[in-house]
């Protein structure tokens, strides 16, 4: 059993760190552009209707981001965008706005 836990480790690991590697900063703050309408600079909303994408971890916003592309997530503007978005630039825009400044944790007591 520990065998398999292993194995299911190293893949998960490797597979986590070729996304990473897969990502690329600059292009998805070049994409991010379209997001500044809603979003805010830099991923800053000052809208409380939209949500802040800066400082939000990487694989959350690609989770976000692919099941608004799917629609198990449902909202219709959301929707429309995520549609036309391929993987890698789910995967820019992830890595972009988790690097901005935003969103923090709280250290635990």
Same mark, same amino acid.
């Given at each position: 059993?520990?065998?398999?836990?292993?194995? *299911?480790?190293?893949? !998960?690991?490797?597979? &986590?760190?070729?996304?990473?590697?897969?990502?690329?900063? #600059?292009?998805?703050? &070049?994409? $991010?552009?379209?997001?500044? $309408?809603?979003?805010?600079?830099?991923?800053?909303?000052?809208?409380?209707?939209?949500?802040?994408? $800066?400082?939000? *971890?990487? #694989? *959350? !916003?690609?989770?976000?981001?692919?099941?608004?592309?799917?629609?198990?997530?449902?909202?219709?503007?959301?929707?429309?965008? $995520? &549609?036309? /978005?391929?993987?890698? #630039?789910?995967? #820019? /825009?992830? !890595?972009?706005?988790?690097?901005?400044?935003?969103l923090e944790v709280l250290p635990s007591k």
């Amino acid at each position: 059993m520990k065998k398999y836990f292993f194995i *299911y480790f190293l893949i !998960l690991f490797f597979q &986590s760190s070729y996304i990473e590697a897969s990502a690329n900063y #600059d292009a998805g703050k &070049s994409k $991010a552009q379209t997001c500044i $309408a809603c979003h805010g600079v830099n991923g800053n909303s000052t809208n409380k209707m939209y949500p802040k994408l $800066a400082g939000q *971890y990487k #694989d *959350y !916003l690609v989770y976000v981001l692919q099941e608004y592309k799917s629609g198990n997530r449902k909202n219709a503007i959301m929707n429309g965008f $995520a &549609s036309n /978005l391929t993987e890698q #630039d789910i995967n #820019d /825009l992830s !890595l972009y706005f988790s690097k901005q400044k935003g969103l923090e944790v709280l250290p635990s007591k």
